[in-house]
């Protein structure tokens, strides 16, 4: 056996496992989730208001535990390279400070489709990244965060999450759920567990949506996801 693998085998054995508070990029994107659910309105909506306090009180007790960081390979798909548009233009907006704090860690995303099969325009127009959940790469069992992005001109066929509430927030671009309004960055939308919901995107810019999953354990760790398209009914994993 080569000594060199050897030492450097025992070196990578004897790396401490990181944790949160050991990496100031993951603390302070989280900081800004807990910012924006903390500080922004619920603008009257009761439902809302609750899903905000389950989000960051879950989250705040998951910072004060100090998890584990666990390491995830890098992964890009197509649209990411659209990142760096939606993150410049959402430096120059509401969300300024949770885009700043997602650019220190671009090149850490995992971005995923989390679907089984999926439908050939969305491959390339789409993917969401998670960055505190079940998987990593902030590791926990009790709240899913994470961001997805979309190509201009983006339809996401309509789904639901079973178990699993959900909020989006818009950080950069413009977009509209089941063709009720346009959000800007800022707006926070609440799906609640089975809500059926489409998403467009506005046709010239990217768009880049921060969304939180609460739900219990069991379905954080295995969320069914229904992509339900006109006459065909898909099962997926895990996306938002
Ligand atoms: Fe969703």
């Given at each position: 056996?080569?000594?060199?693998i050897d030492?450097?085998?025992a070196e990578?054995?004897?790396l ?7 990496v100031?990029?993951?603390l ?10 903390r500080y922004?309105?619920a603008g ?8 905000r306090k ?7 007790a998951i910072?004060?535990e100090?998890?584990?960081?666990v390491?995830?390979?890098e ?14 233009t ?7 400070g949770?885009s700043?704090a997602?650019?220190e860690?671009r090149?850490d995303?995992?971005?995923?489709y ?6 050939k325009a969305?491959?390339r127009k789409?993917?969401y990244?998670e ?5 990593g790469p902030?590791q926990s069992g ?15 066929p ?13 950080v950069?671009g413009?977009?509209?759920e089941?063709?009720a309004?346009?959000?800007?960055p800022?707006s926070?939308?609440l799906n609640k567990?089975?809500?059926?919901h489409?998403i467009t995107?506005?046709e010239r810019?990217?768009c880049l949506l921060?969304?939180?999953?609460t739900?219990?354990a069991?379905?954080?760790?295995a ?6 398209p006109p006459?065909?009914r898909?099962?997926?994993n895990a996306a938002?």
């Amino acid at each position: 056996m080569d000594e060199r693998i050897d030492a450097q085998e025992a070196e990578a054995e004897a790396l401490p496992l990181q944790h949160l508070k050991e990496v100031p990029a993951w603390l302070y994107l989280l900081g800004e989730f807990e910012t924006l659910y903390r500080y922004g309105s619920a603008g009257g909506s009761g439902l809302i208001r609750s899903h905000r306090k389950r989000v960051r009180d879950t989250l705040s007790a998951i910072v004060a535990e100090n998890p584990p960081i666990v390491a995830r390979e890098e992964m890009r798909k197509p649209v990411t390279a659209y990142l760096s548009r939606a993150l410049d233009t959402g430096e120059r907006g509401a969300m300024q400070g949770m885009s700043q704090a997602l650019r220190e860690v671009r090149n850490d995303l995992t971005w995923e489709y989390g679907y089984d099969r999926m439908p050939k325009a969305l491959a390339r127009k789409y993917a969401y990244c998670e960055v505190l959940g079940p998987s990593g790469p902030v590791q926990s069992g009790k709240l899913i965060l994470g961001f997805v992005l979309f190509a201009p001109a983006t339809t996401y066929p309509q789904h639901s999450h079973r178990g699993i509430e959900e909020s989006y927030i818009s950080v950069s671009g413009a977009w509209s759920e089941n063709d009720a309004a346009v959000y800007a960055p800022g707006s926070m939308i609440l799906n609640k567990p089975g809500d059926e919901h489409r998403i467009t995107t506005g046709e010239r810019e990217p768009c880049l949506l921060a969304y939180a999953w609460t739900g219990n354990a069991e379905n954080l760790a295995a969320p069914g996801m229904k992509l339900t398209p006109p006459r065909r009914r898909r099962t997926g994993n895990a996306a938002p």
